[in-house]
């Protein structure tokens, strides 16, 4: 074979390998092309609302305080979107954001449906007069509902009100078996404790001893109904003994 002759046959080698590579560029290309245009698609179909829209929120769990409005109020913007785009975390976000729900758990349900689990707060008490707390002694604000007028009142420094609540359930134990009922606690800013009855009668306890203070008035009581005067006050801040305010006449007995 010539020179000439092996120059040709190589030339027409190279023709073909390169015949065979631009072929299996163009090919990938293509299928690169088909797979990223398959892909839009179905993004513009996964976020299209009409096509795919969220038909119904089933909603579980006990409500009291949060009605059917206020859920479609909160979803409102996020039930536009379609069923695969809407953002599970920020429909979760979008309940608890409501005043009277604890916790919400959320999830998808083939094929057009989203379930939620509301928990609700459960209110213990009257907090610092516009807020409430909840049965872990934790602060919450929310508007009044009807029926929850008879809930006690607690007041105290902001970050105490499991410390309030936990002090108000121990008096409270103490004085429903001695026939009280304890209607308002106060921590003052200087930590001392102060007691409302249910029948008006006014308990300053002071920092310390608050439960023997308190058994201390339980067991003086029925020596101060014998005086026929109506008790108003009584201080217990004293290490023995107590002093009596009168409501009619103010005057001091110790």
Known sequence: MTLKQKW???????????????????????VIFGLLLAGWKLNLLLNDADALPIDAVAIKGDRQYTSDSD???????LMKRSFFS???TQVQQALENLPWVYRASVRRDWPAKLKVYLQEQVPVAHWNQDAWLNEHGEVFQAP?????EALPWLSGPEKRGAEVLKAFQQLDELLRINSFRLEKLSLTPRLAW??????GIVLELGREDRMSRVQRFINVYPELLKQDKTVARVDLRYDTGLAVGWQE???ESR
């Open 249 to 251: 006449s103010q005057q």
């Open 86 to 88: 809407a953002d599970v």
């Open 144 to 148: 009044s509902r009807p029926g929850l």
């Open 194 to 199: 102060e007691a409302v009855l249910g029948n």
């Open 71 to 77: 859920i479609r109020a909160a979803l409102q913007d």
């Open 8 to 30: 040709q046959k190589k030339t027409s080698q190279l023709a073909q390998v390169n015949w065979y590579l631009c072929s299996g560029v163009a090919f990938l290309l293509i």
